[in-house]
């Protein structure tokens, strides 16, 4: 999983690589459509049309898809939960707090949050894999808040999923030399709960070729990790050549971490679990 600085970033911006961005007019006739949308959405829920509703939300489904390469674009092409381009399958706008019926741990089923249908901060970008399974899992801790169109609180909710738009949330995601997802060390009961769920909810360790990839980067890591404490312990005035291969060794170890890097989250753990201060210095 990776962090997306959303709340900082609009189609309009030029400094995304790989968007041409849209001009303020097209955003605003966006966030017009989208604002007009849900203002027929409340109608529909005033006088108790739930099927008319989520209907109105099924046929405007273009209009949230019209920002899939924008948030694509955000992750260098990577899913934001997964961090992989292909091997997650398709991708989907996912809706963080789903749209028409929301899942409790135990399965039962309260209405959703379709009044965020149309709200791009409530957007993610998910590969199918994870987004078919999560559906509208959405489970509240038990006291929460639960926000709704007439006291919207969504601030206030103590929710499960962890969230890629969210630093902290990303931050208590580690990962293992086996290619699995876990929670960081030190991590409190309620927030290894998260991960467990998230991870469960997601198939973000079921996925096998999803955890063999990661395998695979973790041990490409671990052997760039090799051959840089060999290479150093060589360096010295009268050897350039274990000099040059150390510069070879730690830009490897830097496009790895990079976070436009598939799976970069992996081959930071790697580095970081080896508690080296000079390896660590070279994570992106």
């Known amino acids: 999983m990776i962090w997306i600085d959303l709340e900082h970033k609009l189609p309009t911006d030029g400094d995304i690589p790989g968007w041409a961005p849209w001009t303020q007019e097209k955003w605003d006739a966006w966030q017009a459509k989208s604002a007009n949308l849900v203002t027929e959405l409340a109608a529909l829920d005033a006088v108790g049309d739930r099927d008319a509703r989520n209907a109105l939300i099924d046929a405007n489904s273009a209009h949230w898809g019209a920002l899939k390469e924008w948030l694509l674009a955000l992750s260098s092409g990577k899913c934001w939960f997964s961090e992989v381009r292909e091997l997650y399958s398709h991708y989907d706008v996912e809706h963080f707090r789903p749209k028409k019926e929301a899942k409790a741990l135990d399965a039962n089923v309260r209405d959703g949050y379709w009044w965020l249908a149309f709200n791009y901060m409530n957007f993610r970008a998910c590969g199918n894999v994870g987004n078919r399974k999560k559906g509208g899992w959405f489970p509240l801790v038990n006291g929460s808040l639960c926000s709704s169109f007439n006291n919207q609180c ?127 210095k070279l994570v992106a």
């Open 154 to 280: 969504e601030e206030s909710e103590t929710f499960y999923l962890i969230d890629p738009i969210d630093a902290e949330d990303v931050s208590l995601i580690a990962f293992d030399e086996e290619g699995k997802v876990i929670h960081i060390p030190g991590a409190s009961e309620w927030d290894q709960e998260r991960v467990k769920e998230t991870v469960n909810r997601l198939k973000l360790n079921e996925h096998e070729p999803l955890a063999e990839a990661r395998r695979k980067v973790w041990q490409k890591v671990d052997q760039l990790i090799w051959d840089f404490n060999r290479t150093k312990a060589r360096c010295g005035p009268l050897n350039p050549a274990a000099k040059a291969k150390l510069r070879e060794v730690c830009i490897d170890i830097r496009e790895m971490t990079h976070c436009t890097a598939e799976l970069s989250a992996v081959a930071r753990w790697c580095v970081y679990f080896r508690n080296d201060p000079m390896l660590s």
